[in-house]
């Protein structure tokens, strides 16, 4: 039983940080590649960033490169999204998600519930 657990969100006024954490089980966490995905408030799905199994590389989506750092402890089976200088448009549901493809569909892969994030400005 595959499951994915976010915690850390919470409401944050434009300019601060907040780091969050997705603890995985029910399969070997270390060989997955692994995503943040976003759903904003009109519902869309917003891919954030991904890092391979073994944490050697990491993607970002262009709008949080400079600000965001997607990290993994699999020691721990966690990723963690480490979020400065928030923006308003950072609001949104953040999940983590393995197996997801291009992260389009929920329907696709593994995800977690989430854990909301509201940037106030």
């Known amino acids: 039983q595959v499951q994915l657990v976010e915690s850390g969100g919470g409401s944050v006024q434009a300019g601060g940080s907040l780091r969050l954490s997705c603890v995985g089980s029910?399969?070997?966490?270390?060989?997955?590649?692994i995503s943040w995905v976003r759903q904003t408030p009109d519902k869309r799905l917003q891919w954030v960033a991904s890092?391979?199994?073994?944490?050697?590389?990491?993607r970002y989506r262009d709008s949080v490169r400079d600000r965001f750092s997607i990290s993994r402890d699999n020691a721990k089976n966690t990723l963690y999204l480490q979020m400065d200088r928030m923006k308003y448009e950072d609001t949104g549901l953040y999940l983590c998600?393995?197996?997801?493809?291009?992260?389009?569909?929920?329907?696709?892969?593994?995800w977690g519930r989430g854990t909301q994030v509201t940037v106030s400005s």
């Open positions: 890092i391979w199994h073994d944490g050697s590389q990491v």
């Open positions: 029910g399969f070997v966490f270390g060989s997955q590649y």
């Open positions: 998600a393995i197996e997801c493809g291009t992260c389009e569909s929920k329907d696709v892969g593994h």
